[in-house]
Each structure stands twice: as C-alpha cells, then as structure tokens.
C-alpha cells in the first residue's frame, strides 16, 4: 500500500504573493480546509508544506503555504502532485477502497477462473469502470456495480467478480 495518496496537483501561480492553484484530484475539494500539511511531490523527495490559507475558485484551489510569499519561491511547485499521508486521508466507510490500493488486484470470477490483474480505473459519470488485464494481455472492462463486484479483499490481495453477460 502507498503512504501517500494523491489530493491535487499545482497547476499554475495565482497572484504574486506565492500563492498557487490546484487542480483537486479528491472526491471532495472541500476536504482542502481541513487539511494542515501537505507534500509536493518533487524529483527531489516530497516537500512538506504548511497550508496557511484555502479558497476557492470555478473548480480550483487556491493555496497558500506558510513562509513562502512570493510567486518566485511557490514557481518550482507548478506541476507538482500534492499528497497526504494515510493518516490524513478521509475515513472511508465500509466496502470503500482508495483507487490506489485496488490497481495490481488478482480479479477472479466468481465461477473460480483466474481472469487476471487490474491494471487501471476508469472514472466515469455513472460508475468507475476497471480494467482488468488478462494472461493473454487482451483487456476486460468491468463495471463497479453491485451486480459485477462480488468482494474485495485488500488483505488476500484479491478481487472476486461476476461477469455479465457480453463483458468478455
């Protein structure tokens, strides 16, 4: 499982006072006020930053960190992942997963057969939709629904499906 999980991603400077817009990558941006730190994912490590002041603009976030009060220091973060660490993550109810932890899944149907690894997820409108990559490298589409998915086991790594008919 990751540490860190992603909320956003710095999009460009906002102003000249080191402030910065985030495009969020969270279910609710919202959640932003409620945070206190956060890390830039840079090709040097992850930075921690202070948050200091949320607002918000359209469909952005607009951020600014503790000490840095300039557009020239918050400049280098531009394109950077933010992310928080577990513990900091929004509490998920019962049979809710982080998309993170469900990517390398071993998916089987709920006949037996071993239909192979989610690789990805797809997010939809309506539904998240996974793919599933089989032994031969073709790829099954599987609809995150109450009729599709059967169990999810983090633990077993582990993933049970049933196919509907016309998804292979």
């Known amino acids: 499982m990751e ?7 710095v999009s460009s400077t906002h102003g000249i006072r080191g402030e910065v817009k985030v495009y969020p ?25 202070a948050i200091e002041q949320v607002k918000f603009f359209k469909n952005m976030v607009i951020l600014k960190f503790k000490g840095i009060d300039n557009i020239n220091d918050v400049e280098k973060y531009r394109g950077c992942p933010l992310l928080v660490t577990r513990e ?4 998920l109810a019962p049979g809710e997963y982080f998309l993170c ?11 037996g057969e071993e239909l192979g690894t989610l690789t990805e997820v797809i997010r939809t409108g309506a539904n998240d939709v ?15 629904t109450k009729e599709c998915i059967i169990e999810v086991s983090l633990e077993k790594n582990t993933m049970t499906v049933h196919l509907l008919e016309g998804l292979l």
């Open 25 to 49: 990558t969270t279910d609710d941006a919202a959640r932003f006020k409620k945070l206190k730190e956060v890390f830039a994912e840079t090709k040097h490590g992850n930075v921690p930053l």
């Open 130 to 144: 996974y793919v599933v990559k089989t032994k031969n490298e073709k790829e099954v589409l599987i609809p995150n």
């Open 101 to 111: 932890d469900l990517i390398g899944l071993s998916v089987s149907t709920d006949t």
């Open 88 to 91: 900091n993550a929004v509490k």
């Open 3 to 9: 540490q860190y999980l992603q909320v956003g991603v």
